[in-house]
């Protein structure tokens, strides 16, 4: 695939707070990548800065191998969907989504056409004469995506687009979304703070915290094999907890001794201290005995397929999520096993924005 | 009963704004001078009102003095409120500031230093010294009026058209002018009805043998009032209760459209 946004080493203040340092980041020709990370990160500066409404303090913005720091927006060949849409209040439906057209200087014909091309293309036939504030949250989404896309961007830039919509109207977007970047084949930057909307919509995730990209990988890199405690955690329910390398290919978490896969090749040396994840879905459960450890069930909900379990181990008295299909009692006991290849092993953290985030409960 | 008092109630106070107003309408009819008694209808003073060159004179100059005053006070209030908008919030703030103690500032204040700026400076008092004081004073109430339609919104969509590849100049005239539009209205109606109405400042600042219509009213009370001026303030009076209404009926309807 062909490069076609740099990044090189952006930074970017806003007085005395430091919003981006140093972030560098390429994003490839027809990719779905999303900026995910917990609000004011700084996902919406880097996106403005991509956009050209945002210069940077330091580094440089390469499209397709040209440097366009210095480029205003009106000169870039991307068009941007507002967080709030920026829809103009005061020309109807039609007019919004010709707008860039009609400044590039194109036939009435060709507009019309494409107007109505576009808006054929977002589920919306017929709503040229409709005014801006007789639609709803979701209407205006897609007129602003029609608008957007209506000027043949090589890329698309996304901040929270579905922000603003309900859980059911969410979901339903985000598939329009995906179907409608396949039939354009052109570039999505996205950007969000829902895990979830980034894992399912995404070729490419960019998991950022305060400023700093901590991990950037495919949905299932970021969810299987997270970096760091901060990733670990911002991308679902997890255990993470303090372990120790006993050997190659073996980590001993709370006084238990767990086979696992990574070992001298990544870089874990026996003796070291390390943070340990382990999904509560890969935590199996055996009869009493029969698995690595036991514990007895403390707690539990049914939270719509499966239920969800708090464990205290017998050793090390630590408490554990658990995720099952089956149904177990609150007082039972029970043994526990987890696969090596579920025992994700992580380097402690060295710096604040690696932590997995203070739960404010 | 609590519904009878509430009613009551608002007629007290309907009787006391508008019982002046309904008698000085009347008087304006009077056949005699008196300021008493009704001694018959007659459009004599309407007559004598149209005749009085002075008179006549003075609505010229107000209105000719609201209208430009406004128009350039509109203008320059308005390119304040864009510029201020690419500043750093800081020195918007600061400059915000100063721009409300004008108007907070005592009329008698604000109309003896420009008396005295123009005495200073030289300036002969005339027409054009009441038009600067009109057109300084009226300023900050633009800026207050524009101001608020200038906001974040207002910065998204000027982002947004110059996203969809608009110059900067395509972009303000397009999307950006509309937004402030309704601010910029009633900005110059602010403008225009200070102008008109203004007394202390423009007394301080017009010198000899140039009068607006409260400055002459103020003359000719002192050699006592000639009823030909209460034509000349039912005609103001009617003027504006008609426009009032013109324009409530049209936003009534612009709400039924809406609601539609
Ligand atoms: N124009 C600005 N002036 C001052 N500070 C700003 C400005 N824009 C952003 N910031 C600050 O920069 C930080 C990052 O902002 P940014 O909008 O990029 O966050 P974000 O990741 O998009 O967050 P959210 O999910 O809430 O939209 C925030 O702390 C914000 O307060
Ligand atoms: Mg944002």
Known sequence: MAELIRLDNISKSFGEQEVLDELSLTVYENEFVTLLGPSGCGKTTTLRIIGGFETPDKGRVYFDGQDITDLPPNQRHLNTVFQNYALFPHMNVGENIAFGLKVSGKSDQYIKDKVKYALNLVNLKGFENRQITELSGGQQQRIAMARAIVNEPRVLLLDEPLGALDLKLRQEMQYELVRLKKELGITFIYVTHDQEEALTMSDKVVVMNNGYIQQEGTPEQIYNEPENAFVADFIGDSNIVPGRMIKDKLVEIKGTEFPCIDGSAEGFEPGQPVDVVIRPEDIEIRPYGEGLFNGEIISKIFIGVHYEMLVKSEKGNFEWLLQNYDEHHVGQKIGMYVRPENIQIMKKPEFDDEKAMELDL | ?260
């Open chain 2, 1 to 260: 009963m609590k519904k009878a008092l509430s009613s009551i109630y608002i007629i007290i106070i309907m009787l006391f704004l508008y019982l002046p107003i309904f008698a000085l309408m009347v008087l304006s009819f009077n056949e005699a001078k008196s300021m008493a008694v009704f001694t018959g209808f007659s459009l004599n003073w309407y007559v004598e009102l149209f005749n009085s060159r002075l008179i006549m004179y003075a609505v010229v100059n107000t209105f000719t003095i609201a209208i430009i005053s406004a128009t350039v006070a509109t203008i320059i209030g308005t390119a304040a409120v864009v510029g201020l908008d690419a500043m750093r919030p800081k020195t918007q703030n600061v400059i915000l500031a100063a721009n409300n103690i004008p108007m907070l500032n005592a009329d008698i204040v604000t109309g003896i230093s420009l008396m005295l700026f123009f005495l200073i400076l030289r300036v002969p008092q005339g027409y054009m010294t009441i038009l600067f004081a009109h057109i300084t004073f009226s300023i900050p109430y633009v800026v207050l009026s524009v101001r608020p339609r200038m906001n974040r919104k207002t910065d998204r969509l000027f982002e947004a058209a110059m996203d969809l590849g608009a110059s900067r100049k395509y972009a303000f005239r397009k999307v950006v002018l509309p937004e402030l539009r309704p601010g910029i209205l009633s900005g110059f109606l602010l403008a225009f009805t200070m102008s008109v109405d203004d007394f202390i400042i423009t007394y301080f600042t017009k010198g000899a043998g140039i009068n607006t219509i409260s400055t002459i009213i103020y003359s000719q009370v002192k050699i006592g009032i000639r009823p030909s001026l209460f034509a000349l303030s039912t005609i103001i009076f009617v003027v504006a209760f008609v426009a009032l209404l013109i324009v409530n009926i049209k936003s009534k309807k612009q709400e039924v459209e809406l609601v539609l």
